[in-house]
């Protein structure tokens, strides 16, 4: 008999079962940085995003400039340099970590905002794994590119209007822009999203560990984002850490990490 063809519809649903939500177990599979080519479910036409001032107050050193109410002629762009105003492609702003690879580097899905709530005034951290069914060792950033669209398509066949995450941090340390931190909750706390910044490490921590490079780099944007936002290192959390919607997220291997960089303040190098 020749192999037969799972439906689309069905693939999808194992697919969800398997999606980045930080519920992980220890599994048996084989370790490989390689995913594989997933088929990816048909997708609405978008929404495009208006353009609507965001609601979260910009951070201290990277001030947004206010965007002019329609056909408001007196609002000058010189109040903030160009750079601190601008918008790239995707919707999403340059935000308080402006080294982040942005979103347009690894999707060009725009979520519609009817689906998503406004971002309130960051008052927490929130540090997360992957927790995807395959360990992940791959240093490239094409590979991280894949696994974080993974990761949304997860996300969405959920139900939700974008992946979950505000920022990804990859084997090599480099941090990825995701949900925009200006202008919109995230979904990675249940019932706890609300000024609350979702930053999610690379990788399932229940097979691996992280890498040093990868450690180095979430040192660095949470040290950014307490800086911008006047976040106490208090307020750093771990998913694992949130009484009443904890799950085992980051994992055996990363929690550990987490408790000794807040211990040490979270001060980058």
């Known amino acids: 008999m020749g192999e037969s063809v799972l439906p689309r519809r069905t693939f999808v649903f194992f697919g969800m079962l398997f999606a980045a939500g930080c519920a992980t177990r220890k599994s048996m599979l084989v370790d490989s940085s390689r995913l594989p080519e997933p088929d990816w ?17 910009p ?15 007196s609002a000058s762009s010189s ?23 942005p979103r347009s580097a690894w999707t060009s899905y725009r ?8 971002m309130l005034r960051p ?9 995807l069914p395959r360990a992940f060792t791959s240093a490239g950033s094409e590979e991280a590119g ?11 066949g959920k139900g939700w209007a974008d992946i979950g ?35 999610m490490c690379l990788g399932n921590f229940e097979l691996q560990k992280p890498s040093a490079d990868q450690i180095d780099g979430l040192n660095h944007v949470v040290s950014t984002l307490r800086a911008s936002y006047g976040i106490p290192v208090s307020s750093v959390r771990s998913h ?23 211990k040490s303040g979270f001060r980058a190098a």
């Not at 109040?79 to 690879?101: D, F, H």
């Not at 979520?111 to 406004?118: A, K, Y």
């Not at 894949?146 to 969405?156: D, E, K, L, M, Y």
Request: charged share 20%.
């Open 165 to 199: 995450y505000h920022y990804v941090v990859d084997r090599s340390g480099r941090v990825w822009q995701c949900r925009d931190v200006l202008r919109w909750q995230g979904a990675h706390v249940s019932g706890r999203n609300e000024h609350n910044i979702g930053v």
């Open 240 to 262: 694992q850490e949130w009484k009443g919607a904890h799950t085992e997220c980051p994992g055996d291997g990363l929690q550990p990490r987490v408790v000794q960089l807040r």
């Open 79 to 101: 109040s903030a340099p160009a750079a601190r105003e601008q918008w790239v492609p995707g919707g999403i702003g340059r935000g308080p970590v402006p080294y982040a690879i």
């Open 123 to 131: 008052r927490y951290i929130t540090i997360h794994h992957d927790g």
């Open 59 to 73: 951070p201290r050193e990277l001030s947004v400039a206010r965007q002019a109410p329609s056909g408001d002629s």
């Open 146 to 156: 894949r696994r974080i669209a993974w990761v949304q398509t997860g996300h969405r």
């Open 111 to 118: 979520p519609d905002p009817s689906g998503m709530q406004r």
């Open 41 to 57: 479910p048909d997708i609405p036409a978008p929404v495009m995003q208006g353009a609507n001032g965001p609601v979260c107050p």
